[in-house]
């Protein structure tokens, strides 16, 4: 099974921008996603990608975020702008639809 760690969390200010990566331990084919999940609230899907490069976002992030990948790195990123405080949560990496393993997640705060 790949293992999946991800990076590039912290604090920002509102308005602020993060990129979030994501390392696999190997070769990932499937499709990858992004999900967050925010204190007392469930776990949501963020945004996909599929391996040839096709992507698909959650209408509160379409237009802010970018979700990419490098096959030849096997590395997901996830290009966050105009950040609000809303967009406050750990995010993880996962496939789509997701392993049952879970990453340990970047916790991203957005404040003044």
């Known amino acids: 099974q790949v293992q999946l760690v991800e990076s590039g969390g912290g604090l920002v200010q509102p308005g602020g921008s993060l990129r979030l990566s994501c390392a696999a331990s190997?070769?990932?084919?499937?499709?990858m996603a992004w999900y967050r999940q925010a204190p007392g609230k469930q776990r949501e899907l963020v945004a996909f990608?599929?391996?040839?490069?096709?992507?698909n976002y959650a209408d509160s992030v379409k237009g802010r975020f970018t979700i990419s990948r490098d096959n030849g790195k096997n590395t997901v990123y996830l290009q966050m702008n105009s950040l609000k405080p809303e967009d406050t949560a750990v995010y993880y990496c996962?496939?789509?639809?997701?392993?049952?393993?879970w990453g340990q997640g970047t916790q991203v705060t957005v404040s003044s």
């Open positions: 190997g070769t990932i084919f499937s499709t």
């Open positions: 990608i599929f391996r040839g490069g096709i992507t």
């Open positions: 996962n496939h789509l639809p997701p392993q049952n393993s």
